[in-house]
Structures are given as structure tokens and as C-alpha cells.
């Protein structure tokens, strides 16, 4: 569940708010911050697009973000 979305950062750029649950990125499941941590590693520095499925607050709604990003957008500190 997200904390907090620091403006500029990957997570603002994919519109995610405070208090979605990230459930999925690109198909696959995340059970944990550490599997969201290291999904995103695997695509550091890559120019590529990624689908982010995430729970609204209450179970209200499931909706997808399309992030697309290119190898400059990318620092260490977005996936704290």
C-alpha cells in the first residue's frame, strides 16, 4: 500500500495515489514492497512502458496505469 507519491517521481508520473495497493505490474502479481522494489530494478534504466494494476482504498476499484519511461527518467530514490 502506498504511503505517500513524492511529486515528480515514477509513482506520480503513473498517477498513483496515496493508499492504492499495487497488485500487479506488467501481468505480474505483487505479493510485497520488496517484489514491487525488485520488478522495478529489473527495468531500471530501461526505455519501456510498464502496466501497473492497483486497488483503490476500501477495495472500491481496480484500475491500470501506463507508465512509459525512458532510460533518463529512472533514479534510485523513486523506489524507496
Not at 10 to 34: C, H, K, V
Not at 62 to 75: E, F, G
Amino acid at each position: 500500500i502506498i504511503g505517500g507519491v513524492t511529486p515528480g517521481s515514477i509513482a506520480a508520473r503513473a498517477d498513483l495515489q496515496p493508499r492504492d495497493e499495487i497488485i500487479a505490474i506488467n501481468g505480474r502479481p505483487m505479493s510485497s514492497w520488496t517484489s514491487i522494489a525488485m520488478t522495478l530494478v529489473r527495468y531500471y534504466g530501461d526505455n519501456t512502458s510498464l502496466l501497473f494494476t492497483v486497488r483503490k482504498p476500501n477495495n472500491a476499484s481496480i484500475s491500470t496505469h501506463v507508465l512509459h519511461l525512458s532510460a533518463t527518467d529512472w533514479r534510485l530514490d523513486d523506489l524507496r
